[in-house]
């Protein structure tokens, strides 16, 4: 089983344990504390270790989690008083900017030859190709958006890895019937599907990890795309 995977889902587990310990605990007397008020100051919590759990699961796919991550943290400052001010009355101005950075960081270069893809859709949907022989990686993050990933003409040298976030939002990939895909990660609320087949004789391995909240992703097999003279079948 691959590392990463366990780890989402041992945190996950643990933090369920816990909790049912402190319910059994307060059951049986043992705990002499108001579980409501506890769960009412401490919730944000819940949503910085989401965060966290999600950077260490698909790191290069950074800016949803440490999104989630800020969030849970400034939330919980405000839950204990720490902070001075209404989080609500500063929402949409920090929603705004936050939008704004995925934007400048979602306009990577396009290049049809790239060997590293970054895509990022806030609230839209976007699309990357690449023609890359030697693909390497992706960082692909989904937020109340939609994200494809086209690599039906793309090779690679041994092994590539793609990372996907996937909040309110859908991925979809599309690789080549030569390619092995693997995949591991952490669903919340959320799944994604692997349908492509595993070449006889083995082939070149992409590896995808993937947080799924509320969302989901799909992999799939794609025809090559109709070259220049060549007449082929229409791109599904």
Same mark, same amino acid.
């Given at each position: 089983?691959?590392?990463?995977?366990?780890?989402?889902?041992?945190?996950?587990?643990?933090?369920?344990?816990?909790?049912?310990?402190?319910?059994?605990?307060?059951?049986?007397?043992?705990?002499?504390?108001?579980?409501? =008020?506890?769960? /009412?100051?401490?919730? &944000?919590?819940?949503?910085?270790? %989401?965060? %966290? =759990?999600?950077?260490?699961?698909? &790191?290069?796919?950074?800016?949803?989690?440490? %999104?989630?991550?800020?969030?849970?943290?400034?939330?919980?400052?405000?839950?204990?008083?720490?902070?001075?001010?209404?989080?609500?009355?500063?929402?949409? &101005?920090?929603?705004?900017?936050?939008?704004?950075? +995925?934007? =400048? %960081?979602?306009?990577?270069?396009?290049?049809?030859?790239?060997?590293?893809?970054?895509?990022? /859709?806030?609230?839209?949907?976007?699309?990357?190709?690449?023609?890359?022989?030697?693909?390497?990686? /992706?960082?692909?993050?989904?937020?109340?958006?939609?994200?494809?990933?086209?690599?039906?003409?793309?090779?690679?040298?041994?092994?590539?890895?793609?990372?996907?976030?996937?909040?309110? +939002?859908?991925?979809?990939?599309?690789?080549?019937?030569?390619?092995?895909?693997?995949?591991? +990660?952490?669903?919340?609320?959320?799944?994604?599907?692997?349908?492509?087949?595993?070449?006889?004789?083995?082939? &070149?391995?992409?590896?995808?990890?993937?947080?799924?909240?509320?969302?989901?992703?799909?992999?799939?097999?794609?025809?090559?795309?109709?070259?220049?003279?060549? =007449?082929?079948?229409?791109?599904?």
């Amino acid at each position: 089983m691959d590392g990463r995977r366990s780890l989402g889902q041992v945190l996950l587990g643990v933090l369920v344990v816990l909790a049912g310990v402190v319910l059994l605990l307060d059951r049986t007397g043992a705990l002499d504390v108001d579980l409501g =008020t506890v769960a /009412a100051t401490l919730w &944000p919590l819940a949503v910085v270790l %989401v965060g %966290v =759990t999600s950077l260490l699961l698909v &790191p290069r796919a950074w800016y949803g989690p440490l %999104v989630i991550t800020v969030a849970g943290v400034v939330l919980l400052l405000d839950r204990l008083d720490v902070l001075d001010v209404s989080v609500w009355d500063y929402l949409w &101005p920090v929603a705004v900017i936050f939008i704004g950075l +995925g934007i =400048t %960081v979602g306009a990577a270069a396009r290049d049809e030859q790239g060997e590293r893809i970054t895509a990022i /859709a806030f609230w839209w949907g976007t699309e990357r190709r690449t023609r890359s022989r030697t693909f390497r990686s /992706a960082s692909l993050t989904a937020i109340m958006g939609g994200v494809e990933l086209d690599l039906r003409e793309a090779d690679i040298d041994g092994t590539a890895r793609v990372d996907v976030f996937a909040f309110w +939002g859908g991925v979809e990939i599309k690789v080549p019937r030569t390619w092995e895909v693997r995949t591991s +990660g952490l669903p919340l609320l959320g799944a994604w599907e692997n349908k492509t087949e595993p070449p006889a004789g083995g082939g &070149p391995v992409l590896d995808v990890r993937l947080v799924t909240i509320m969302g989901g992703a799909e992999i799939r097999h794609g025809k090559r795309s109709v070259q220049p003279g060549i =007449t082929d079948a229409p791109v599904v």
